[in-house]
């Protein structure tokens, strides 16, 4: 059984993708007579490169009173570069490559209940907050081995 108290951590994350295709003008768009941009073309290969890395510094709160059931709340930072690089022909054989980029700081505030359950089940509902560019509500289930807090 663990202690019920306030306790504090903090835990970082980084997440790094590419993606390649047909993102600006896909095979049915260039094919779409009402699709005014793409209609004509050749299918886009574009990239997509996201790249993120942020904190979080979360507060787990003591149990609620139900065996298992417990609070945490976190405050967090990420900063986040898009880039993103188009390559399309147009109708008229014109190339679009432009390259996109875009540099974002956010800040973001979650809380969440958590119910530590059978034999190392654990599930956990949340609403988390960016401003200006999201608000979610989760659910998550794990597994794990150890004493659950």
Do not use: K
Not at 60 to 79: E, F, I, Q, T
Not at 108 to 136: H, I, K, N, Q
Request: aromatic share 14%; proline share 4%; charged share 20%.
């Amino acid at each position: 059984m663990g202690i019920d108290r306030l306790a504090w951590r903090a835990r970082g994350h980084y997440l790094q993708g590419d993606i390649e295709g047909p993102i600006t003008c896909s095979g049915d768009a260039v094919e779409d007579p009402t699709n005014t941009v793409c209609f004509g073309g050749v299918p886009s290969y574009d990239h997509f490169r996201p790249q993120v890395y942020g904190v979080d510094f979360v507060a787990d709160g003591p149990r609620l009173g139900v065996d298992g059931l417990a609070w945490y709340a976190l405050a967090g930072y990420r900063h986040e570069t898009l880039r993103f690089q188009t390559h399309f022909v147009n109708t008229f054989g014109r190339l679009d490559d432009q390259d996109l980029v875009a540099r974002l700081d956010r800040a973001s505030v979650a809380f969440g209940l958590t119910w530590s359950g059978w034999r190392g089940l654990r599930v956990a509902g949340e609403g988390y907050y960016a401003p200006d560019a999201l608000a979610t509500v989760r659910l998550g289930v794990s597994w794990g081995w150890g004493a659950a807090r």
